[in-house]
């Protein structure tokens, strides 16, 4: 157990001192003005989505769910649960990424009303985020697979996570130079950071035999019981991320660089 503490501790403050390095090279390379504001719009967007529907609602519903089919229906009912909750999980993504690629502009117009006056940073905008949104669909799946390896207390590949954006980040920041701005070499940062994040956690669950596949959809009584928490638990995560989207709203109507100005204030805080 003592192991086990030291070993999240060790990667948590990693990915600490991590994400402040990755946070002074976004202020040194981007600072704060319209590119830096786009780019921030963009990566606000899946973090939202993803305090919702994955670390935040997801994570509370899940994790007690599987650990309880896990301890009094034995290995066959988790596995057949998790498959379940993977392919409602990985369709339903699948289907806000596609909506979300199609409608960006129409989003982009309510969650960034601000830049409306400024057509050449609404583009930017659209574009940046069309780059980072596919990073939900992954960092979704990486919680479900951190969920599944906690309850088999397996807690190192979920806490180590988190520093792949950072260091995704850094690199393509470093890289700067060859992407058309260095909002895009952010925001493929981010979306690389995905990509290794999954394979990091879909690795180490299918070591532990727990890696989830396709299923047929069937609301059994575990997958019901399953909603039945997601619920309160998505209401309760809503709330925050309401108030995180009208200081989005607000700041996209304020002098260029306010929304970054909001983002280096919140990463401080």
Do not use: C
Request: glycine share 8%; hydrophobic share 55%; net charge positive.
């Amino acid at each position: 157990m003592l192991g086990r503490i030291f070993t999240v501790g060790g990667y948590t403050l990693l990915s600490r001192v991590t994400g402040f390095a990755r946070d002074i090279m976004l202020a040194a390379i981007l600072g704060a003005g319209p590119l830096a504001d786009a780019f921030f719009v963009a990566l606000r967007l899946p973090n939202h989505f993803r305090a919702i529907f994955a670390e935040g609602a997801f994570n509370a519903a899940f994790v007690p769910a599987y650990a309880h089919v896990h301890g009094e229906r034995g290995e066959a009912a988790a596995k057949l649960f998790s498959d379940r909750i993977f392919t409602l999980l990985f369709v339903s993504q699948v289907v806000l990424l596609v909506l979300a690629m199609v409608f960006m502009p129409q989003a982009m117009s309510i969650l960034a009303p601000g830049f409306t006056d400024d057509p050449a940073q609404r583009q930017l905008a659209i574009e940046l985020t069309r780059i980072t949104f596919p990073y939900l669909l992954l960092i979704t799946l990486v919680t479900l697979y951190g969920g599944m390896l906690n309850v088999m207390h397996r807690f190192a590949s979920a806490a180590a996570a988190p520093i792949f954006l950072n260091l995704s980040m850094m690199a393509t920041l470093a890289l700067a130079a060859f992407f058309p701005t260095a909002g895009h070499a952010a925001a493929w940062g981010v979306l690389i950071s995905g990509f290794l994040q999954y394979v990091l956690l879909a690795g180490d669950a299918k070591v532990h035999g727990i890696l989830p596949k396709f299923t047929s959809l069937k609301l059994d009584e575990n997958v019901r019981g399953f909603f039945r928490a997601l619920g309160p638990a998505t209401l309760g995560s809503m709330g925050t991320q309401v108030a995180l989207f009208a200081d989005t709203i607000i700041a996209t109507f304020l002098a260029a660089g306010a929304l970054s100005a909001l983002y280096y204030a919140d990463r401080l805080n």
